[in-house]
């Protein structure tokens, strides 16, 4: 898939619906304005993306497309289902939406709520962590992952995000890990596997007055190839490319503060096609 694929069908006829769901989950829209490319910081580079590239390395190891998976035209079209509120999973599993439709938009609503759990601060512990991978990815992958992603979230590792080494916080800062889908598209879709792009925004970072690895933001495309398993979409395999990225805005950057109370007052999506 090349770079230039990434920016065909976004923003097209089709729109993604959403729906807040019960309860808080401390999920937040919006942050600081993304830094400069070259001064990326290990913080934005490795909070973000670590656990798929750990997840690709591992479940792209038998490569190759899908053998029964076709073309599609990669637009929603007249079927994207209008956004009138209707819930477009029937159950969770842990805090991870279940249930998809076997179809093309059940497909979209999987991987975009996948992209949410994945990039979620669950990730960096431990327990959570396995919770969420054996959610969304087919049985068959899970295991051998969940031993290599134990591995991945090292000490080092989080020592370098400035987080304890159980993943949570130090005392008096806020830890932010999101990922906020902007767009699905199906690339390929047969009756038990799809492909689909999520266009995708990310912020990461300690949020506190005292933090030196203030909260980022950042754009990407993931690519997630889901099989039909046990009656629901799971991921079999993830990739991720930059971008496709907008031109920075105006908006003034909130102080460490506003950030960190966000975080705490605002709650995540279900997302849906």
């Not at 600081?32 to 190891?61: D, E, H, K, Q, Y």
């Not at 999973?89 to 709520?113: K, L, M, R």
Request: aromatic share 6%; charged share 20%.
């Amino acid at each position: 898939m090349s770079p230039g694929d990434e920016h065909d069908g976004y923003g097209g006829s089709g729109q993604t619906r959403t729906r807040l769901p019960e309860g808080n989950t401390g999920d937040v829209h919006g942050g600081a304005r993304r830094p400069a490319r070259g001064s990326r910081s290990l913080l934005t580079a490795v909070g973000v993306v670590v656990l798929l590239v750990a997840a690709i390395a591992f479940a792209n190891r038998g490569g190759g497309d899908p053998a029964d998976s076709s073309p599609s035209s990669g637009t929603p079209g007249t079927s994207a289902t209008a956004p009138t509120g209707t819930r477009p999973v029937t159950g969770t599993d842990g805090t991870v939406p279940t249930g998809y439709a076997h179809d093309e938009q059940g497909a979209q609503s999987a991987a975009a709520n996948y992209a949410t759990a994945l990039g979620s601060t669950d990730m960096f512990q431990k327990g959570p962590r396995e919770a969420l991978v054996r959610a969304v990815y087919a049985p068959e992958v899970a295991d051998d992952l969940v031993k290599r992603l134990d591995a991945s979230y090292s000490p080092e590792l989080m020592a370098s995000l400035g987080l304890e080494n159980d993943g949570n916080a130090p005392s008096g800062l806020t830890f932010v890990s999101r990922t906020i889908p902007v767009g699905t598209k199906i690339k390929e879709y047969a009756e038990g596997s799809a492909t689909v792009e999520v266009w995708c925004t990310g912020l990461v970072g300690l949020a506190g007055e005292d933090s030196t690895k203030p909260v980022t933001s950042n754009w990407f495309t993931l690519t997630q190839k889901l099989v039909w398993s046990e009656g629901d979409w799971r991921i079999s395999s993830s990739s991720q490319i930059e971008g496709p990225t907008p031109v920075n805005g105006d908006n003034r950057a909130s102080i460490a503060g506003e950030i960190a109370a966000a975080v705490e007052q605002y709650g995540g999506f279900t997302y849906a096609r």
